[in-house]
C-alpha cells in the first residue's frame, strides 16, 4: 500500500513487539501526526534513530543521508572536523513518512535551523531521574519552571516519552553554542544551588546521590534533542509529548502518552 506516495514496505513487520504495533501502524502514526510535528521539525537537520527488524533487535543511529534517498529528500552539507556531513531536513509529509518507512522510531533534531546552523535558536534541559524515581524528576520539572520564570524566561515542558522529562525555551539566533551553553550551564549551577537536594549537574552517575541530573550539555554544535511527538524506543511505546505546565500535576510517567493514546489527549485538547 502507499501513503503520501510512499509505498510501504514489509508493512507487518513488528515494531514494537510487545504491543504488536508494525511498521503500518507506525507510519500512519507520524502521518497521523504529522501536522503537530512538522513545525518542530522545520529547518533543522535530524538525526534519524532506526530500528528496521524492531526495537527488539539492535537499532542504530544514522546522521548522514544515505545515496538512495529521492530526490524529494530535502539535505543540508553540515561542516565537521573532518570535512562535511550530508543531513536530512524534514519539511513536509512525504519526507517524513519515507523516513518512517525506513524503520526510523525516533527524530532527532538539531536545536539550530539551517539559516545559520552555528546560532541555536532553542536552549534544552534534559531532566535525567535518578534510577526509579518518577517522582523526584516530576518535582524538579515544577521547580526548574518555577526558577525560569523568575529568571524572566518562558519554559516550555515535553515528557521525554522514556523516563523524564525536556525543558527547553526560545532564543534570538544571534548567540554561538559556546556563549548559549554557558548561560544555561551558569542557569544549571544556580538551580543546583537553589535545589541541592534535588538537582545535581554532575556528570558521572556515581557522583550525582541520586538527584536529578541537569543535563545541558547538548546545547552545542552538533547536538540534538528528541522532537516533540517522535516515538521512543521503548516496549510502551511512549511519545515525546509536549505539556501544559498545569498538566504535570497529572503525569505519572515519563511514557503516560503513547502511540495508542496520544490521539485521544489531543482530541480533548481541542
Given at each position: 500500500?502507499?501513503?503520501?506516495?510512499?509505498?510501504?514496505?514489509?508493512?507487518?513487520?513488528?515494531?514494537?513487539?510487545?504491543?504488536?504495533?508494525?511498521?503500518?501502524?507506525?507510519?500512519?502514526?507520524?502521518?497521523?501526526?504529522?501536522?503537530?510535528?512538522?513545525?518542530?521539525?522545520?529547518?533543522?537537520?535530524?538525526?534519524?534513530?532506526?530500528?528496521?527488524?524492531?526495537?527488539?533487535?539492535?537499532?542504530?543511529?544514522q546522521?548522514?543521508?544515505?545515496?538512495?534517498?529521492?530526490?524529494?529528500?530535502?539535505?543540508?552539507?553540515?561542516?565537521?572536523?573532518?570535512?562535511?556531513?550530508?543531513?536530512?531536513?524534514?519539511?513536509?509529509?512525504?519526507?517524513?513518512?519515507?523516513?518512517?518507512?525506513?524503520?526510523?522510531?525516533?527524530?532527532?533534531?538539531?536545536?539550530?535551523?539551517?539559516?545559520?546552523?552555528?546560532?541555536?535558536?532553542?536552549?534544552?534541559?534534559?531532566?535525567?531521574?535518578?534510577?526509579?524515581?518518577?517522582?523526584?524528576?516530576?518535582?524538579?520539572?515544577?521547580?526548574?519552571?518555577?526558577?525560569?520564570?523568575?529568571e524572566?524566561?518562558?519554559?516550555?515542558?515535553?515528557?521525554?516519552?522514556?523516563?523524564?522529562?525536556?525543558?527547553?525555551?526560545?532564543?534570538?539566533?544571534?548567540?554561538?553554542?559556546?556563549?548559549?551553553?554557558?548561560?544555561?550551564?551558569?542557569l544549571?549551577?544556580?538551580?543546583?544551588?537553589?535545589?541541592?537536594?534535588?538537582?545535581t549537574?554532575?556528570?558521572?552517575?556515581?557522583?550525582?546521590?541520586?538527584?536529578v541530573?541537569?543535563?545541558?550539555?547538548?546545547?552545542?554544535?552538533?547536538q540534538?534533542?528528541?522532537?516533540?511527538?517522535?516515538?521512543?524506543?521503548?516496549?510502551?511505546?511512549?511519545?515525546?509529548?509536549?505539556?501544559?505546565?498545569?498538566?504535570?500535576?497529572?503525569?505519572?510517567?515519563?511514557?503516560?502518552?503513547?502511540?495508542?493514546?496520544?490521539?485521544?489527549?489531543?482530541?480533548?485538547?481541542?
Amino acid at each position: 500500500m502507499k501513503i503520501e506516495e510512499v509505498e510501504i514496505s514489509n508493512p507487518e513487520k513488528l515494531i514494537f513487539p510487545g504491543k504488536k504495533i508494525t511498521k503500518l501502524d507506525m507510519v500512519k502514526y507520524y502521518d497521523k501526526v504529522a501536522d503537530k510535528m512538522l513545525p518542530f521539525l522545520k529547518d533543522r537537520p535530524l538525526t534519524l534513530q532506526r530500528f528496521p527488524d524492531g526495537i527488539d533487535q539492535d537499532g542504530f543511529y544514522q546522521k548522514n543521508a544515505s545515496d538512495y534517498f529521492p530526490d524529494y529528500i530535502e539535505t543540508i552539507a553540515i561542516k565537521t572536523e573532518e570535512g562535511t556531513n550530508t543531513q536530512v531536513i524534514c519539511n513536509n509529509r512525504k519526507t517524513l513518512i519515507y523516513l518512517a518507512n525506513l524503520g526510523t522510531v525516533s527524530f532527532h533534531i538539531w536545536l539550530a535551523k539551517k539559516e545559520d546552523l552555528f546560532k541555536p535558536d532553542k536552549v534544552v534541559f534534559d531532566l535525567d531521574p535518578p534510577k526509579d524515581s518518577f517522582k523526584k524528576v516530576k518535582d524538579a520539572a515544577g521547580k526548574i519552571g518555577e526558577f525560569l520564570r523568575k529568571e524572566g524566561i518562558e519554559p516550555k515542558l515535553m515528557t521525554s516519552g522514556k523516563s523524564g522529562f525536556h525543558i527547553w525555551y526560545s532564543v534570538k539566533p544571534d548567540k554561538n553554542f559556546d556563549d548559549r551553553r554557558k548561560e544555561a550551564k551558569a542557569l544549571a549551577n544556580k538551580m543546583e544551588e537553589e535545589y541541592p537536594d534535588l538537582l545535581t549537574t554532575a556528570i558521572r552517575k556515581n557522583k550525582r546521590e541520586n538527584k536529578v541530573f541537569i543535563d545541558y550539555l547538548r546545547n552545542a554544535y552538533g547536538q540534538t534533542s528528541v522532537c516533540p511527538y517522535s516515538l521512543r524506543p521503548i516496549q510502551s511505546c511512549g511519545v515525546a509529548t509536549p505539556l501544559e505546565w498545569e498538566e504535570l500535576a497529572t503525569i505519572e510517567k515519563a511514557d503516560q502518552y503513547t502511540l495508542t493514546n496520544l490521539f485521544r489527549r489531543l482530541g480533548q485538547k481541542k
